[in-house]
């Protein structure tokens, strides 16, 4: 997304030490930009965007490798086995 000088790919490692740094400047303990990611994917997830569109965001070529950050709240595992059961008619 943001190239280097070179025009190359940034190394894996490129934002480490300041995301480390601001981390720890506003007390969040130690996130990694996998973590971000996720959240990031997540939220988009929790708020209805076709994952289709999350796997563009996140440059992926392969679906299953967007599903991989996309992560369920307890709170919308629960919404879901509500809405099943209603449905079903067991609620």
């Known amino acids: 997304m943001f190239p280097a000088e070179d025009g190359k790919p940034h190394r894996p490692q490129f934002c480490k030490k300041v995301l480390q740094r601001f981390c720890g400047e506003l007390g969040l303990g130690s996130v990694t930009q996998h973590r971000l990611r996720a959240s990031f994917a997540s939220l988009h997830a929790e708020t209805g965007t076709p994952i289709t569109e999350i796997q563009g965001m996140l440059g992926h070529k392969n679906i299953a490798t967007t599903m991989i950050y996309i992560e369920t709240?307890?709170?919308?595992?629960r919404t879901a086995q509500e809405t099943l059961g209603r449905r079903l008619g067991l609620a």
């Open 73 to 77: 709240s307890i709170q919308a595992k």
